[in-house]
């Protein structure tokens, strides 16, 4: 093959489907190690059940010359572990695309809806397989081989990432997956993809070291760094990988984890840490929020600092668990009873989560009240890739806590001094002469019950008037593009990379674009509906079915008349393509007219 | 010396059982000599929920039946102080009754005395898991916490008391904090409590309680037997008194925190280590 017509490999976007349990993922996240040590960036997403093994489910993953977090909307490359996963993805195939599928049950029959012209690759996975190594599982190893074929890698660069992801497992399953390789590498010989002639030619331009996260670990990092000591948490999916993280690094930051008996405990728990005066998280989805309220009430009450992630995923109620939604934004911002300060933030890529993190803690403690990080299942599980983080741009503000010698110097302690801020001066227990009372029930300035009118009045706008004093230290929203177009976006959360590509797309048929990222959203800027005012075509992008974002924005002055609406909540994750579909043909722009 | 909040007087009815609880844990306090700093006192919602207003120490008032999630969270975060949950047999045993479980099988390091009237006095006189069948139309056999603890293996510390009788009260709950202080966990102190208006029980209770620490032969070592006891005097429509079981195992807290490090609550987090563990966790997401 002539190198010369080799597509090159700017943007390759590769699914690999099978069961539930046929390793899939395992594929995909060894294959984004490799590209990403190749230079590209790169950004995985996960199609999955709920459940442990079976049902067709999928990883995607696009590495990208630049940045790009989320999925484009063709498909370059399918591996199918199982032919009865081609025609759940096969829409997403164009006539370029090459399809590896397991051919041990017999060659791929004519049901598939397969475009016209896609390349069809069939290999015995399975077969060689259970006749190798008597396992099925096998079969994702081997397949391995022939995808590094197809793209270009050479045997070397595939067996040193065999090396990094089975070594850790053992010298024995690192045997048996480097035999499993060398047994797809015969197969791949046998199907004309020889060593060298790969389709593609790897272009990248970016060689620096790059990490490779997800939302859901940067939030956790991001705690651990902040000075958090303790997370107790109950297994929710999508969060749960917050928890995992933490349960494996936080010891080593000198911090705890507790897995609670329910989320009831798990905010509690949480409390009981808080109300100690250590830097407290909890993570969970809309489910478990719905059981915190109570306790995140008491926060805002008893005026107890703690940062609560939502990753949210498909409601109402049970949903579907594994699927991205962003409908838990009234509940985060409204929620609860009675009326009490909160904070809800935003981040939109996993450096945010990391940053977002810090400024929560800091707001949490400052101003001694409930933080919400307001991620999605999209943001919360994909991986991509992201420039390390600069750790000492960390800054840690732990609000008016006083010690021992401070509260001696003090006529009289009150646990809730009425003071300019709305927040008191804390000394957490154990202070010698720092004796106080916390409680959720109405109180007077140290802490003792009051149902005096006088004394509510004062308390009510005590708590409220936080609101108003932390504003200058909430994230403000960051604008992309061009600030002069009038398009314009809004979206939080997974949003951030579709609507960042589509503005790209958008801009490539000279149409112009600008995307208003919104960070905070309780309490809600004023930037934010005064870009409303000023963009007369916005776009806001989100994934529930009754516009709680755009509704939002409307409730604090944005200009119902200049919002559109995209809403999504089958499930699927938008792709940039969709967007500017939507942006076309609701503002009637002729493409040639344009260009 | 900083004036900080006066210690309000009770709100309890004239004759109400939870007088003898604070007076025996007050007493206690201070004959071990924990000063008022050191306490941290977590009550639950109802009549006993308002004990730690009365007291000098660092009070908190949880929502309805979190006192055992909120002080295992309290023990974990700072191990140096004394942490006592309190509260009533609806907020323990009904509402918090998944918590009462799991925190037997945990064993925090917390002493947890539970203030049972087998009533609902603040709502006015309804059921508590702990009211006999018959009770205002109650249709449920009665539960027995003490019970429910012997069957749970993680647990080492069960004793009930009666505030009619005060010398064992402050016996008890002195040996109910000496348990936990010396790092055995969880110590569990019910204490029949009489409500004087919605079920005053004095009369009943007086006659009924039965005193296992007066048995000879009675031995709180043993689990097993201790079950046995208690079924049969249950049986005899006794309620037994006294230490019921007493086993080791270590306290949550010493085994749940690295010990290089200080309390997480009495870290100075500051400054982040950057070139150390915050490091080490960066590059883990490059390697």
Same mark, same amino acid.
């Given at each position: 093959m002539n190198n010369n017509t080799k597509p090159r490999l700017e943007d390759l976007n590769v699914i690999v489907a099978g069961q539930g349990g046929d390793g899939s993922l395992t594929v995909v996240n060894i294959l984004a190690d490799v590209l990403r040590t190749s230079g590209l960036r790169v950004y995985t997403e996960r199609d999955v059940l709920s459940r442990i093994k079976g049902g067709i489910?999928?990883?995607?993953? #696009?590495? =990208?010359?630049?940045?790009?977090?989320?999925?484009?909307?063709? &498909?370059?490359?399918?591996?199918? @572990?199982?032919?009865?996963?081609?025609? *759940?993805?096969? @829409?997403?195939?164009?006539? *370029?695309?090459?399809? &590896?599928?397991?051919?041990?049950?017999?060659?791929?029959?004519?049901?598939?809806?397969?475009?016209?012209?896609?390349?069809?690759?069939?290999?015995?996975?399975?077969? =060689?397989?259970? *006749?190798? @190594? #008597? #396992?099925?599982?096998? *079969?994702?190893?081997?397949s391995f081989a022939v995808i590094g074929r197809l793209i270009g890698l050479d045997d070397g660069q595939m067996k040193i990432a065999f090396e990094k992801r089975f070594g850790r497992r053992g010298a024995q399953a690192l045997k048996y997956n480097l035999d499993a390789l060398n047994v797809g590498c015969t197969l791949a010989d046998n199907a004309g993809l020889t060593i060298g002639e790969g389709l593609f030619e790897i272009v990248a331009t970016d060689s620096k070291a790059h990490m490779l996260i997800t939302g859901n670990e940067a939030v956790a990092f991001g705690f651990a760094v902040a000075g958090g000591r303790f997370f107790a948490g109950y297994p929710i999916t999508p969060s749960t990988d917050v928890m995992e993280w933490l349960v494996k690094w936080l010891p080593k930051f000198g911090g705890v984890v507790k897995q609670a008996e329910d989320e009831l405990s798990a905010i509690n728990m949480s409390i009981g840490a808080a109300i100690t005066g250590t830097r407290t998280m909890t993570a969970t989805c809309g489910p478990g929020i719905a059981l915190m309220q109570e306790g995140i009430g008491q926060l805002g009450m008893a005026e107890i600092p703690m940062v609560i992630v939502d990753a949210q995923r498909s409601g109402p109620s049970t949903g579907m668990p594994t699927k991205p939604e962003q409908s838990d934004i009234n509940l985060l911002c409204y929620g609860g009873a009675g009326d009490f300060p909160r904070v809800v933030l935003a981040p939109g890529n996993p450096a945010e989560c990391f940053h977002l993190t810090v400024t929560a803690c800091n707001i949490a403690e400052k101003y001694q009240v409930p933080v919400f990080m307001c991620l999605d299942q999209g943001l919360s599980q994909n991986t991509a890739t992201v420039d390390p983080i600069d750790l000492s741009s960390v800054v840690i503000d732990r609000g008016g806590r006083l010690d021992a010698e401070q509260v001696s110097k003090l006529e009289v302690y009150k646990r809730y001094l009425h003071t300019d801020s709305g927040a008191s001066d804390f000394a957490p227990p154990g202070t010698p002469g720092g004796m106080g009372l916390v409680t959720g029930n109405e109180h007077d300035e140290f802490g003792l019950v009051s149902t005096d009118p006088v004394n509510r009045n004062k308390m009510v706008a005590k708590r409220q008037h936080k609101m108003v004093s932390m504003k200058p230290e909430l994230p403000l929203a960051i604008n992309h593009g061009v600030e002069t177009a009038d398009i314009g976006f809004i979206g939080v959360g997974m949003c951030y990379g579709v609507i960042l590509e589509a503005i790209d797309l958008l801009a490539q048929k000279s149409i112009f674009a600008q995307y208003h990222q919104v960070r905070t959203l309780w309490p809600m800027l004023d930037d934010t509906p005064a870009f409303t005012k000023r963009c007369p075509n916005i776009f806001v992008v989100e994934y529930n079915a009754t516009a709680q974002l755009a509704k939002l924005i409307i409730a604090h002055g944005g200009e119902e008349e200049n919002i559109n609406n995209i809403l999504r909540y089958d499930g699927i994750p938008m792709q940039a393509q969709d967007l500017v579909n939507t942006v076309i043909s609701k503002l009637n722009l002729k493409e040639d007219e344009v260009a | 010396m900083t004036k900080t909040f006066t210690p309000s007087r009770p709100i309890w009815c004239a004759g109400c059982g939870d007088f003898g609880v604070l007076q025996a844990l007050v007493s206690a306090l201070e004959e071990l000599k924990i000063p008022p700093h050191e306490r941290m006192v977590v009550a639950g919602i109802g009549c006993s929920g308002s004990l730690q207003n009365n007291l000098s120490c660092y009070g908190y008032h949880t929502l309805h039946g979190r006192v055992l999630p909120t002080v295992t969270g309290s023990k974990l975060a700072n191990p140096e102080l004394t942490v006592v949950g309190v509260g009533g047999d609806g907020d323990g045993y009904a509402i918090g009754g998944g918590h009462l479980v799991h925190a037997f099988k945990r064993n925090p390091g917390v002493t947890y005395i539970v203030m049972n009237n087998g009533t609902y006095g603040l709502t006015k006189g309804q059921a508590s898991p702990t009211a006999p069948t018959g009770y205002q139309d109650n249709l449920e056999e009665d539960l027995d916490p003490i019970m429910l603890g012997l069957s749970i293996p993680g647990s080492t510390f069960l004793a009930r008391a009666y505030s009619g009788q005060p010398a064992q009260l402050l016996d008890l709950t002195l040996a109910a904090l000496k348990h936990t202080a010396e790092g055995g966990g969880m110590s569990y102190l019910e204490v029949l409590s009489p409500c004087v208006t919605y079920n005053d029980t004095y009369r009943d209770w007086r006659t009924s309680v039965y005193d296992v620490d007066a048995e000879e032969g009675y031995d709180p070592t043993n689990r097993a037997a201790a079950f046995t006891r208690m079924q049969e005097l249950r049986e005899e429509k006794r309620l037994p008194l006294g230490l019921i079981f007493k086993g080791q195992r270590h306290a949550l807290e010493s085994v749940a925190l690295n010990k290089d490090f200080p309390a997480p609550a009495l870290q100075d987090i500051g400054r982040p280590d950057i070139s150390g563990v915050c490091n080490d966790a960066l590059q883990s997401f490059i390697r």
């Amino acid at each position: 093959m002539n190198n010369n017509t080799k597509p090159r490999l700017e943007d390759l976007n590769v699914i690999v489907a099978g069961q539930g349990g046929d390793g899939s993922l395992t594929v995909v996240n060894i294959l984004a190690d490799v590209l990403r040590t190749s230079g590209l960036r790169v950004y995985t997403e996960r199609d999955v059940l709920s459940r442990i093994k079976g049902g067709i489910t999928a990883a995607t993953l #696009r590495a =990208y010359n630049g940045e790009r977090l989320c999925i484009s909307s063709h &498909i370059d490359l399918m591996v199918a @572990f199982d032919q009865a996963a081609i025609p *759940k993805y096969a @829409f997403r195939l164009n006539a *370029k695309s090459i399809v &590896i599928y397991d051919s041990s049950n017999g060659e791929l029959t004519a049901e598939s809806k397969l475009p016209e012209g896609v390349r069809l690759i069939g290999v015995p996975l399975s077969r =060689y397989a259970v *006749k190798n @190594f #008597r #396992r099925d599982i096998y *079969k994702n190893s081997i397949s391995f081989a022939v995808i590094g074929r197809l793209i270009g890698l050479d045997d070397g660069q595939m067996k040193i990432a065999f090396e990094k992801r089975f070594g850790r497992r053992g010298a024995q399953a690192l045997k048996y997956n480097l035999d499993a390789l060398n047994v797809g590498c015969t197969l791949a010989d046998n199907a004309g993809l020889t060593i060298g002639e790969g389709l593609f030619e790897i272009v990248a331009t970016d060689s620096k070291a790059h990490m490779l996260i997800t939302g859901n670990e940067a939030v956790a990092f991001g705690f651990a760094v902040a000075g958090g000591r303790f997370f107790a948490g109950y297994p929710i999916t999508p969060s749960t990988d917050v928890m995992e993280w933490l349960v494996k690094w936080l010891p080593k930051f000198g911090g705890v984890v507790k897995q609670a008996e329910d989320e009831l405990s798990a905010i509690n728990m949480s409390i009981g840490a808080a109300i100690t005066g250590t830097r407290t998280m909890t993570a969970t989805c809309g489910p478990g929020i719905a059981l915190m309220q109570e306790g995140i009430g008491q926060l805002g009450m008893a005026e107890i600092p703690m940062v609560i992630v939502d990753a949210q995923r498909s409601g109402p109620s049970t949903g579907m668990p594994t699927k991205p939604e962003q409908s838990d934004i009234n509940l985060l911002c409204y929620g609860g009873a009675g009326d009490f300060p909160r904070v809800v933030l935003a981040p939109g890529n996993p450096a945010e989560c990391f940053h977002l993190t810090v400024t929560a803690c800091n707001i949490a403690e400052k101003y001694q009240v409930p933080v919400f990080m307001c991620l999605d299942q999209g943001l919360s599980q994909n991986t991509a890739t992201v420039d390390p983080i600069d750790l000492s741009s960390v800054v840690i503000d732990r609000g008016g806590r006083l010690d021992a010698e401070q509260v001696s110097k003090l006529e009289v302690y009150k646990r809730y001094l009425h003071t300019d801020s709305g927040a008191s001066d804390f000394a957490p227990p154990g202070t010698p002469g720092g004796m106080g009372l916390v409680t959720g029930n109405e109180h007077d300035e140290f802490g003792l019950v009051s149902t005096d009118p006088v004394n509510r009045n004062k308390m009510v706008a005590k708590r409220q008037h936080k609101m108003v004093s932390m504003k200058p230290e909430l994230p403000l929203a960051i604008n992309h593009g061009v600030e002069t177009a009038d398009i314009g976006f809004i979206g939080v959360g997974m949003c951030y990379g579709v609507i960042l590509e589509a503005i790209d797309l958008l801009a490539q048929k000279s149409i112009f674009a600008q995307y208003h990222q919104v960070r905070t959203l309780w309490p809600m800027l004023d930037d934010t509906p005064a870009f409303t005012k000023r963009c007369p075509n916005i776009f806001v992008v989100e994934y529930n079915a009754t516009a709680q974002l755009a509704k939002l924005i409307i409730a604090h002055g944005g200009e119902e008349e200049n919002i559109n609406n995209i809403l999504r909540y089958d499930g699927i994750p938008m792709q940039a393509q969709d967007l500017v579909n939507t942006v076309i043909s609701k503002l009637n722009l002729k493409e040639d007219e344009v260009a | 010396m900083t004036k900080t909040f006066t210690p309000s007087r009770p709100i309890w009815c004239a004759g109400c059982g939870d007088f003898g609880v604070l007076q025996a844990l007050v007493s206690a306090l201070e004959e071990l000599k924990i000063p008022p700093h050191e306490r941290m006192v977590v009550a639950g919602i109802g009549c006993s929920g308002s004990l730690q207003n009365n007291l000098s120490c660092y009070g908190y008032h949880t929502l309805h039946g979190r006192v055992l999630p909120t002080v295992t969270g309290s023990k974990l975060a700072n191990p140096e102080l004394t942490v006592v949950g309190v509260g009533g047999d609806g907020d323990g045993y009904a509402i918090g009754g998944g918590h009462l479980v799991h925190a037997f099988k945990r064993n925090p390091g917390v002493t947890y005395i539970v203030m049972n009237n087998g009533t609902y006095g603040l709502t006015k006189g309804q059921a508590s898991p702990t009211a006999p069948t018959g009770y205002q139309d109650n249709l449920e056999e009665d539960l027995d916490p003490i019970m429910l603890g012997l069957s749970i293996p993680g647990s080492t510390f069960l004793a009930r008391a009666y505030s009619g009788q005060p010398a064992q009260l402050l016996d008890l709950t002195l040996a109910a904090l000496k348990h936990t202080a010396e790092g055995g966990g969880m110590s569990y102190l019910e204490v029949l409590s009489p409500c004087v208006t919605y079920n005053d029980t004095y009369r009943d209770w007086r006659t009924s309680v039965y005193d296992v620490d007066a048995e000879e032969g009675y031995d709180p070592t043993n689990r097993a037997a201790a079950f046995t006891r208690m079924q049969e005097l249950r049986e005899e429509k006794r309620l037994p008194l006294g230490l019921i079981f007493k086993g080791q195992r270590h306290a949550l807290e010493s085994v749940a925190l690295n010990k290089d490090f200080p309390a997480p609550a009495l870290q100075d987090i500051g400054r982040p280590d950057i070139s150390g563990v915050c490091n080490d966790a960066l590059q883990s997401f490059i390697r």
